[in-house]
C-alpha cells in the first residue's frame, strides 16, 4: 500500500519527531517510511512589473544559506506594482521543496533516541537541499524575493 498523509512540522526532519510524539514507535517508521516532503507556498514576483535589485547579490544570499553556496548568476528583482497584480507586486505563488530520502543512516539515527539536530544533520548528509537553500534558489533565479523566503522557511543550523 502506498500512502501519502499530512503533518503540520517546520521542515521534513520534523516530522519523524512529530510522528513519535504522536505514539508512533520507532520501528515502525523504520519499517514504512521511504520518504518525506516538505513544502512552502511563497509569492511570486508579477513580471510586468518587477525591478531589478542590486542589493541581493550572491555573497547576501550566501549569508542565509550557508554553508551551502549560490553558483551562478544572480538575477534578484523586487516587487513594485501594477495592474496586472493589483499594485501588490506579486502575482501568483510557488512552492518551495524539501525532500527527504529516509536512508538506512537515516533510519540509524531514527533508533538512537533521535534529536532533530541529529536528524536533519543526517537529512543534509544523505543529500536533502533545505527549504530555505531552496528559496535562495528562486531569489537568484528572480521568480521570488528574499524577504518572501526568510518569512516561509526555517532557519538552517
Given at each position: 500500500?502506498?500512502?501519502?498523509?499530512?503533518?503540520?512540522?517546520?521542515?521534513?526532519?520534523?516530522?519523524?519527531?512529530?510522528?513519535?510524539?504522536?505514539?508512533?514507535p520507532s520501528y515502525l517508521i523504520n519499517a514504512v517510511m521511504?520518504?518525506?516532503?516538505?513544502?512552502?507556498?511563497?509569492r511570486t514576483l508579477c513580471p510586468h512589473c518587477r525591478q531589478p535589485d542590486a542589493s541581493v547579490?550572491?555573497?547576501r544570499l550566501a549569508e542565509f544559506v550557508?554553508?551551502?553556496q549560490i553558483t551562478g548568476s544572480v538575477r534578484a528583482y523586487r516587487p513594485v506594482g501594477c495592474v496586472d497584480c493589483r499594485m501588490t507586486g506579486y502575482l501568483g505563488r510557488m512552492g518551495l521543496y524539501e525532500l527527504l530520502s529516509v536512508s538506512e543512516e537515516f533510519k540509524?539515527?531514527?533508533?538512537?533516541?533521535?534529536?532533530?539536530?541529529a536528524l536533519r544533520r543526517q537529512a543534509v548528509?544523505?543529500?536533502?537541499?533545505?527549504?530555505?537553500?531552496?528559496?535562495?534558489?528562486?531569489?537568484?533565479?528572480?521568480v521570488t524575493t528574499i524577504e518572501e523566503v526568510l518569512s516561509a522557511t526555517p532557519p538552517l543550523e
Open positions: 500500500h502506498l500512502v501519502f498523509s499530512t503533518l503540520h512540522t517546520n521542515d521534513a526532519p520534523s516530522a519523524i519527531t512529530r510522528l513519535m510524539e504522536l505514539g508512533v521511504l520518504g518525506v516532503l516538505a513544502q512552502r507556498l511563497v547579490t550572491r555573497e550557508k554553508p551551502w540509524t539515527q531514527i533508533n538512537k533516541e533521535p534529536n532533530l539536530g548528509a544523505d543529500g536533502m537541499r533545505p527549504l530555505r537553500l531552496a528559496g535562495a534558489l528562486r531569489v537568484a533565479e528572480g
